[in-house]
């Protein structure tokens, strides 16, 4: 079946009526779902699949074992994320194995066809979770017991889901396995539209990370406490809000963002107690930036009389794919261009151990982690194309 029948297929699981396009997140029902129907279908290609202690799906065409070329990406999404962001790469891989038995091709080294688990970090906080234990460079204990935001551990979510908690970690061995990896994702940003090209091979990916500022002061009632009597968290978590950009602008090259905040205990006639806010930021000189952010959410703090605890949730420094699996993979394609992103990736953290490559199907819009975020049928399938060429040309 082509990649756009495929994706289809995935149109009506998880659509989030609230904020619109789709909410699916790590062992979730609806990630659940799409995790069910991959099975399914790898099932009906005669793929073997199995699952790992970290809970990504691997799905073999032949034995698995060492030199293996590895595709695939993530079913889960970003809160009100688009259609394509993960699983687009997930059905171009199966698109891509359909497409190579139609042309009469047997790899002759092992294939997989992978999804990874909690790439968004949507539910549990930290990104690329199920690549970065099985790679080692995230202890598992941490990851254990990260918490949603229910309540709910990392640790118990895995375990309704079917998985043994003790087994989360470093796997060496499945990882051995990998010869080369080659991930497709929807391009996000409008590169591709001023190419004229429907398909580019990735470059780099830019140094990017999470962290959570907690602004603490005195919970009290909203009628009863004059306004100079306040200690309110509110306050300086808004300044910070507020400063980022400016910030930003001073550092040349970096985005940051603000994109969460949550108050305790939450209600509107009461007076925080403590505030969270996420700041993501990526570029050059991503960590520089944190330091003038910290810098002035503390002064910011002081001024109210509030605390202020800052912790680093994740960092991914700067990733240059291997430069000879790049010409490789885009000399396969048809000589597509090169393109670097913003966007982390499951590939950037496994590029550190194995070489991996990436190609990116054009998106008119430029929008992603929104409803608006689109890929043309025809780009979709294209990029499957592109995918089953470069996997034949690895598998010989």
């Known amino acids: 079946m082509t990649a756009s029948g495929l994706l289809g ?60 070329v590895v595709t695939g990406s993530h079913l889960d999404s970003v809160p009100g994320g688009g259609a394509f962001d993960g699983p687009l790469g997930v059905v171009s891989a199966l698109s891509a194995v359909d497409l190579m038995r139609a042309r009469g091709t047997s790899p002759s080294v092992p294939l997989a066809v992978t999804v990874f688990a909690e790439e968004e970090g949507g539910r549990f906080g930290i990104p690329c979770l199920g690549s970065r234990l099985l790679t080692g460079s995230l202890d598992p204990a941490t990851a254990a017991g990260l918490r949603d935001a229910d309540g709910v551990t990392f640790a118990e979510a895995a375990q309704a ?95 940051a963002t603000v994109g969460r905040l949550t108050p305790t205990p939450g209600g509107t006639n009461v007076i925080a107690s403590a505030v969270d806010v996420w700041l993501d930021v990526r570029g050059p000189a991503a960590r520089s930036m944190v330091a003038d952010v910290e810098a002035a959410a503390r002064a910011a703090a002081e001024e109210e009389g ?27 394609a048809g000589g597509v261009p090169a393109l670097p992103t913003g966007a982390g990736h499951d590939a950037a953290v496994l590029a550190a151990h194995v070489p991996a490559a990436m190609l990116y199907v054009r998106n008119p819009t430029g929008v992603s982690h929104a409803p608006e975020e689109f890929a043309e049928d025809s780009d979709v399938d294209a990029g499957a194309e592109a995918l089953a060429t470069v996997l034949e040309g690895l598998c010989r």
């Open 306 to 332: 509030c605390g202020l605890a800052v912790r680093e949730e994740s960092w991914t420094g700067e990733v240059v794919f291997d430069s000879a699996l790049r010409d490789e993979v885009s000399a396969l």
């Open 9 to 68: 297929e995935l149109a009506d699981v998880g659509r989030d009526r609230t904020r619109g396009g789709y909410s699916r997140h790590v062992f979730d029902p609806a990630e659940q779902e799409l995790r069910d129907w991959f099975v399914e279908q790898a099932g009906r290609r005669g793929l073997d699949v199995e699952r790992d202690g970290n809970g990504n799906l691997w799905a073999w065409w032949g034995e698995p074992g060492p030199g293996a």
């Open 161 to 255: 889901g079917g998985l043994d908690p003790s087994r989360l970690g470093a796997d060496p061995d499945r990882l051995g396995r990998i010869g080369r990896f080659v991930e497709l994702h929807v391009e996000q940003g409008r590169g591709l539209i001023d190419l004229g090209s429907a398909v580019a091979v990735g470059s780099t990916v830019v140094a990017h990370g999470r962290w959570r500022l907690t602004f603490t002061g005195q919970g009290n009632h909203a009628g009863a406490t004059p306004m100079d009597d306040r200690r309110d968290p509110m306050l300086p978590a808004a300044e910070t809000v507020t400063s980022v950009r400016r910030i930003a602008r001073a550092h040349a090259g970096t985005r």
